[in-house]
């Protein structure tokens, strides 16, 4: 069974949401916490076991799977190995009772996590078993990662549960790239393009005290070790079996943020279908076959002007050698789910009313 985010979804989703009418109340979570979960916050196992007894009191009843063992637990150290310290990676301090709450919570979920995942690993018998598991989790919280980018509140306590939520799925999802890092595959997302969904203010505010792009920044410029960027570009030909299936952006491996923003671009000019999800999205950019193809919400002559714009004109993906047309098929759809034909995307014109904002998108992958 793949380790799934429950905590995070439910305080994003579900019963838990700060931004809740019923869980604006400090007297509730007074309650809560006394209910042996404030005593036992630093002992994940009997944490969780008090924590889904207090709730029942308020007929909130969460399905936790993967619950914090002895097994599970011990299975965690192995995250000690790791040589980057990620301690400074702590969420804000809480103010009162309900934010208390939240920063127990959301602290032994992160917990959970990796504990359960570093038992999954261990009892995996393959490497493409361990590899499923890791990945997989790192899907789950690529989307959150997302969704919680959505979510926009200013009342306090949810700002606090939301800064919370990201700065922990940050840590999280380093964690695993760090110690896991045989397992990750080509599809996790880099630093930055986690940056750009959890702190976008991020250059604004990297040297702004108690923001969570000041605690990433100081994160980033104490890390041990560094991966050096390679500069050149993705060039070449690309393998017989690869090279038709999606296009590649040529700074993918060094600047794959850039995707984010072209992706950002798409969207808020109604290009793309709003509810597009960014991996999927970046697929069409990785060389990779393409699963689920992105709804073009624009019309057939504005794509073949986009296409020709990042293939053509503009270079941002490896040369296709006139197979850019059958490529753009494989990787956009019709709103009704439909493909667009290939000849008849190959022969379309400029659109003239909207070029200009086509050609600003564009930009986004220079």
Same mark, same amino acid.
């Given at each position: 069974?793949?380790? =799934?985010?429950?905590?995070?979804?439910?305080?994003?989703?579900?019963?838990?949401?700060?931004?809740?009418?019923?869980?604006?109340?400090?007297?509730?979570?007074?309650?809560?916490?006394?209910?042996?979960?404030?005593?036992?916050?630093? #002992?994940?196992?009997?944490?969780?076991?008090?924590?889904?007894?207090?709730?029942? &009191?308020?007929?909130?009843?969460?399905?936790?799977?993967?619950?914090?063992?002895?097994?599970?637990?011990?299975?965690?150290? /192995?995250?000690?190995?790791?040589?980057?310290?990620?301690? *400074?990676?702590?969420?804000?301090?809480?103010?009162?009772? +309900?934010?208390?709450?939240?920063?127990?919570?959301?602290?032994?979920?992160?917990?959970?996590?990796?504990?359960?995942?570093?038992?999954? $690993?261990?009892?995996?018998?393959?490497?493409?078993?361990?590899?499923?598991?890791?990945?997989?989790?790192?899907? #789950?919280?690529?989307?959150?990662?997302?969704?919680?980018?959505?979510?926009?509140?200013?009342?306090?306590?949810?700002?606090?549960?939301?800064?919370?939520?990201?700065? *922990?799925?940050?840590?999280?999802?380093?964690?695993?790239?760090?110690?896991?890092?045989?397992?990750?595959?080509?599809?996790?997302? +880099?630093?930055?393009?986690?940056?750009?969904?959890?702190?976008?203010?991020?250059?604004?505010?990297?040297?702004?005290?108690?923001?969570?792009?000041?605690?990433? +920044?100081?994160?980033?410029?104490?890390?041990?070790?560094?991966?050096?960027?390679?500069?050149?570009?993705?060039?070449?030909?690309?393998?017989?079996?690869?090279?038709?299936? +999606?296009?590649?952006? /040529?700074?993918?491996?060094?600047?794959?943020?850039?995707?984010?923003?072209?992706?950002?671009?798409?969207?808020?000019?109604?290009?793309?279908?709003?509810?597009?999800?960014?991996? &999927?999205?970046?697929? $069409?950019?990785?060389?990779?076959?393409?699963?689920?193809? $992105? $709804?073009?919400?624009?019309?057939?002559?504005?794509?073949?002007?986009?296409? =020709?714009?990042?293939? #053509?004109?503009?270079?941002?993906?490896?040369?296709?050698?006139?197979?850019?047309?059958?490529?753009?098929?494989?990787?956009?759809?019709?709103?009704?789910? *439909?493909?667009?034909?290939?000849?008849?995307? /190959?022969?379309?014109?400029?659109?003239?009313?909207?070029?200009?904002?086509?050609?600003?998108?564009?930009?986004?992958?220079?």
């Amino acid at each position: 069974m793949i380790v =799934k985010p429950i905590i995070f979804d439910n305080i994003l989703f579900g019963e838990l949401a700060p931004w809740k009418p019923e869980n604006t109340s400090e007297t509730k979570f007074r309650d809560i916490l006394n209910n042996q979960v404030r005593v036992n916050k630093d #002992n994940p196992e009997r944490f969780f076991k008090a924590l889904l007894d207090s709730l029942k &009191d308020y007929s909130i009843s969460l399905k936790i799977d993967h619950l914090p063992n002895n097994e599970r637990i011990a299975n965690l150290a /192995k995250f000690a190995e790791m040589q980057t310290d990620f301690s *400074s990676l702590t969420i804000p301090p809480f103010y009162n009772k +309900s934010s208390e709450f939240y920063a127990y919570l959301i602290n032994n979920e992160n917990i959970r996590l990796r504990a359960a995942l570093a038992t999954n $690993v261990s009892k995996a018998k393959t490497v493409i078993d361990k590899e499923y598991q890791v990945v997989s989790l790192l899907k #789950n919280l690529d989307y959150t990662i997302e969704q919680v980018s959505q979510k926009i509140y200013y009342d306090k306590l949810s700002t606090f549960v939301l800064n919370a939520i990201k700065i *922990s799925l940050f840590r999280i999802y380093e964690e695993i790239k760090t110690f896991y890092q045989a397992f990750t595959g080509s599809e996790a997302l +880099s630093v930055y393009e986690v940056i750009n969904f959890i702190a976008p203010a991020f250059d604004q505010e990297k040297e702004v005290q108690n923001t969570i792009s000041y605690l990433i +920044s100081q994160f980033i410029e104490a890390r041990q070790s560094i991966p050096a960027k390679d500069d050149k570009p993705i060039t070449g030909t690309l393998p017989a079996d690869m090279a038709y299936c +999606s296009f590649t952006y /040529k700074l993918l491996n060094t600047q794959p943020e850039y995707i984010k923003d072209l992706f950002d671009s798409l969207k808020s000019n109604n290009l793309i279908d709003k509810s597009t999800i960014y991996t &999927d999205f970046k697929k $069409v950019f990785a060389g990779d076959q393409v699963l689920k193809p $992105v $709804v073009w919400t624009g019309n057939i002559s504005e794509l073949h002007y986009f296409i =020709k714009l990042i293939h #053509n004109t503009n270079k941002s993906v490896v040369d296709l050698k006139q197979h850019q047309w059958k490529v753009a098929c494989k990787c956009f759809v019709k709103p009704d789910g *439909s493909s667009f034909d290939r000849a008849q995307l /190959k022969e379309q014109k400029k659109p003239k009313a909207t070029a200009s904002i086509l050609e600003q998108a564009a930009k986004q992958l220079q």
